[in-house]
């Protein structure tokens, strides 16, 4: 395996995530939208928990949910061939929730990639009485304000929104990753954008860094921006600044009616530096490391897994706390590095927002253990040179 590469039980460790807790009694969603192909195949899997990870890990109990579409439908896509097939990215999010989570129960939520689908989805977890999950991983977006007219319309952006808003209210956290292509968000038209859904004020949008180690412990995180992508994060012009950020510095949009700073936290998605998986193959000689913001938001569903059992209570929506007690103290503070139109800095930043996980600390703050200490009003922050 590559020097600085992953097994996502490593990460859990270098991150400080609470010993003695793997996600049991937890229930895990993870979105899969795949109205273009994808899913998982289970003898792959079996193979990364079983044999690929050193020291193997209990693969966890996985239940489907087809909400639309023909649900699980796996194929393998060459390297280097352009396909919006997600068999990539489901075999990424289970390898990494399962394995640092594995007595968690993982449910796949299989949809189409519209906004119909997008809502039946959420409708579909925030009342499932029969897995009821106690977080979400979303690896799926678009520029919020896509100035080519794709996907989402600024309907579906309310709409979809407006969902996430209700498995906010039954204390489910969302978990949703920023993107993946810097302050650009994909856009071509030269102006900053954030992805979306990570840029609702609803959900816990999860920013991309480069970690590197030694022995098991971080010597160097910065943020993610390379030649293979960059970390999405910025501030959104659809949504307002919401309460808790009034006091985290986040700097004017470009339109009045925005100021939702994106992202939250962060944690690793540069692949040079990358979460080790199989391919839906499987086989160790398909092991392959990989990333992006897709593998930090299943890492942080994880760790929110742990942390519920942890407390015996759901964490809920965890952003009200984050920038408030919870703000400096409690996670790892991210300062160098940009990620196109801003950089990174002491607090929040729109690149990596609060930092990167310490896990133990995080379950200890809100055990009341520990009290944390509260951010205080700062000046906006700067753009990137």
């Not at 075999?91 to 189409?112: N, R, W």
């Not at 977080?135 to 600024?154: A, C, K, R």
């Not at 569903?301 to 009200?320: D, K």
Request: net charge negative; aromatic share 8%.
């Amino acid at each position: 395996m590559p020097d600085n590469t992953y097994f996502p039980p490593e990460l859990a460790q270098i991150y400080n995530f609470p010993a003695g807790t793997d996600g049991s009694s937890e229930c895990i969603g993870i979105f899969c939208f795949n109205d273009q192909g994808g899913g998982y195949r289970v003898e792959a899997l079996q193979t990364y928990f079983n044999n690929v990870l050193v020291p193997p890990v209990a693969m966890p109990q996985i239940t489907n949910v087809v909400v639309h579409g023909k649900g699980n439908d796996p194929h393998f896509i060459p390297p280097g061939v352009q396909s919006a097939d997600s068999t990539g990215e489901v075999m990424l999010d289970i390898q990494v929730a399962g394995s640092v989570a594995p007595g968690a129960k993982i449910v796949m939520y299989f949809s189409d990639f519209t906004k119909q689908g997008w809502v039946d989805a959420i409708k579909r977890a925030v009342h499932d009485t029969v897995n009821n999950p106690s977080v979400l991983s979303i690896s799926y977006g678009n520029p919020e304000d896509d100035s080519q007219g794709f996907f989402p319309t600024e309907d579906m952006v309310l709409v979809i929104s407006a969902a996430l808003e209700t498995a906010k209210a039954k204390g489910i956290t969302i978990c949703v990753a920023s993107g993946d292509d810097g302050s650009t968000d994909q856009d071509t038209d030269g102006n900053p954008h954030v992805d979306f859904p990570a840029s609702s004020p609803n959900d816990l949008g999860c920013g991309g860094t480069r970690l590197e180690s030694s022995n098991g412990r971080r010597t160097s995180e910065t943020v993610w921006n390379n030649n293979t992508g960059a970390g999405g994060g910025g501030v959104s012009t659809v949504f307002g600044l919401p309460d808790y950020q009034t006091n985290a510095g986040v700097p004017p949009p470009q339109s009045p009616s925005g100021g939702r700073g994106v992202p939250d936290v962060s944690g690793l998605a540069d692949p040079e530096t990358g979460v080790q998986i199989v391919d839906v193959n499987g086989g160790f000689d398909k092991q392959f490391p990989t990333g992006g913001t897709s593998a930090t938001a299943p890492l942080w569903a994880a760790l929110i897994a742990r942390i519920n059992q942890g407390m015996g209570a759901r964490t809920g929506f965890l952003n009200t706390l984050l920038y408030t007690r919870f703000s400096t103290g409690v996670l790892f503070d991210i300062t160098q590095g940009n990620n196109g139109a801003f950089s990174a800095g002491p607090g929040w930043d729109a690149c990596t927002g609060l930092g990167s996980p310490d896990g133990q600390k995080l379950l200890d703050a809100l055990s009341g253990k520990t009290a944390g200490r509260a951010q205080t009003s700062r000046a906006p922050a700067v753009a990137a040179v």
